[in-house]
């Protein structure tokens, strides 16, 4: 394998290896790129929309979430819409760790939702959480902001 090829070409060379040299060559190759995360189906994480399968060996994968590069002995297939009409759908190949994080998003979203109902915390910020400009604001107005000097002048300058 050449040190020039795209990571496309290696994510192609790493799912058609033949044997653990190949891929372990494509791996180690793949580990230099940046991974390049991809969110963009994460408001589809419903639990019949997950399959997770458990290999008896080490496989190898570049997860289609995060775009890391993983070995591992499972590896969660994705049910996600293939394009913005949800009547075509396709499957995509994550890491465990990053159905974890889905799941674990979608626990704390029907949580904020039971504890939103149930008026333990306001609607508007999640989990009463203020934003970040109004607690920056409300400290400078009161002077206990280090920033908020240099803030202040910058609003009045402007």
């Known amino acids: 394998m050449a040190n020039n090829l795209t990571k496309r070409e290696l994510i192609e060379l790493l799912d058609c290896a033949k044997n653990s040299k190949e891929r372990n060559k494509a791996v180690k190759l793949l580990k230099r790129f940046d991974p390049v995360w991809n969110y963009q189906w994460d408001d589809h994480h419903q639990k019949e929309n997950f399959q997770v399968k ?11 979430r995060c775009g890391k590069v993983k070995q591992q002995k499972q590896k969660v297939f994705w049910t996600v819409p293939k394009d913005e009409s949800a009547d075509k ?30 008026g333990l915390v306001p609607k508007g910020m ?22 908020a000097a240099s803030s202040s002048a910058f609003k009045a300058a402007s």
């Open 54 to 64: 458990e290999f008896n060996y080490i496989i190898a994968f570049c997860c289609a």
């Open 89 to 118: 759908t396709k499957k995509i190949g994550i890491c465990y760790q990053c159905f974890n994080q889905l799941r674990e998003m979608e626990h704390t979203n029907k949580l904020r939702a039971q504890h939103q109902k149930q």
């Open 126 to 147: 999640g989990f009463g959480l203020v934003d970040h400009v109004s607690t920056l604001n409300g400290m400078a107005n009161q002077g206990q902001y280090a920033g």
